[in-house]
Nanobody
Framework: QLRLVDSGGGLVQPGGSLRLSCTAS????????IGWFRQAPGKEREAVLC????????NYADSVKDRFTISRDIPKNATYLQMNSLKPEDTAVYYC??????????????????WGQGTQVIVSS
């Protein structure tokens, strides 16, 4: 059974860092694109970063440029979202998701087939 589990969220002060983890089971991790999305209260879910099956990284959110990075550990079947210089506007529930129908990343949530349960990030002093 395919499953994604998000973890690593929490409360952090502005300027701080967090690393989110997404652990997969039930499929070969590096064959499919893995994306990170976030959804703030009252807002639509938005794509943040994605890593394709070939390891190509796409940044969909200008607001996280030079602050967030995505990586993966294939032997561990895990993807990570390293978030630095966090700002209050980064507060959201963060989700990882996998595209099973394509080898390429997408900015659209409806292109992703399976989702983690989400992990809450709160940036506040």
């Amino acid at each position: 059974q395919l499953r994604l589990v998000d973890s690593g969220g929490g409360l952090v002060q502005p300027g701080g860092s967090l690393r989110l983890s997404c652990t997969a089971s039930g499929f070969t991790f590096d064959r499919y694109p893995i994306g990170w999305f976030r959804q703030a209260p009252g807002k639509e879910r938005e794509a943040v970063l994605c890593i394709s099956s070939a390891g190509r990284i796409t940044n969909y959110a200008d607001s996280v440029k030079d602050r967030f990075t995505i990586s993966r550990d294939i032997p561990k079947n895990a993807t990570y979202l390293q978030m630095n210089s966090l700002k209050p506007e980064d507060t959201a529930v963060y989700y990882c998701a996998v595209v099973r129908r394509s080898l390429d990343c997408s900015a659209y949530a409806h292109d992703y087939d399976y989702w983690g349960q989400g992990t809450q990030v709160i940036v506040s002093s």
